[in-house]
Nanobody
Framework: QVPLVESGGGLVLAGDSLRLSCAAS????????MGWFRQAPGKEREFVAA????????FYGNSVKGRFGISRDNAKNTVYLQMNSLKPEDTAVYYC?????????????????WGQGTQVTVSS
């Protein structure tokens, strides 16, 4: 198991920034690809961003491209999601996920482990 714990969510105004963190308790994390997904009420879970083990391979969902940035610090077993220029439509529960196969996937089924989620609410 690779327990993942997200933090950093909250209530912000449109145009503000937030940084989410996802901490893993297992050193195996350092070799895993990591992803961020989000789920708004009444909607399916949506891919946000993914990063490979070294940080050299990164993908973003179209709705966040240019505004969000994913990064990782393997020494701290932590992956981050920097969210800038937030919009009300970014309101969702944000989940981090780990893929032991290192695929940098865009789909939920490609990830083995999931955090419990952190709520992000953007008010207009």
């Amino acid at each position: 198991q690779v327990p993942l714990v997200e933090s950093g969510g909250g209530l912000v105004l449109a145009g503000d920034s937030l940084r989410l963190s996802c901490a893993a308790s297992d050193h195996a994390f350092r070799s895993y690809s990591m992803g961020w997904f989000r789920q708004a009420p009444g909607k399916e879970r949506e891919f946000v961003a993914a990063i490979n083990w070294s940080g050299g391979n990164i993908f973003y969902g179209n709705s966040v491209k240019g505004r969000f940035g994913i990064s990782r610090d393997n020494a701290k077993n932590t992956v981050y999601l920097q969210m800038n220029s937030l919009k009300p439509e970014d309101t969702a529960v944000y989940y981090c996920a780990a893929d032991s196969a290192g695929r940098v996937g865009l789909r939920e089924y490609e990830y083995d482990y999931w955090g419990q989620g952190t709520q992000v609410t953007v008010s207009s």
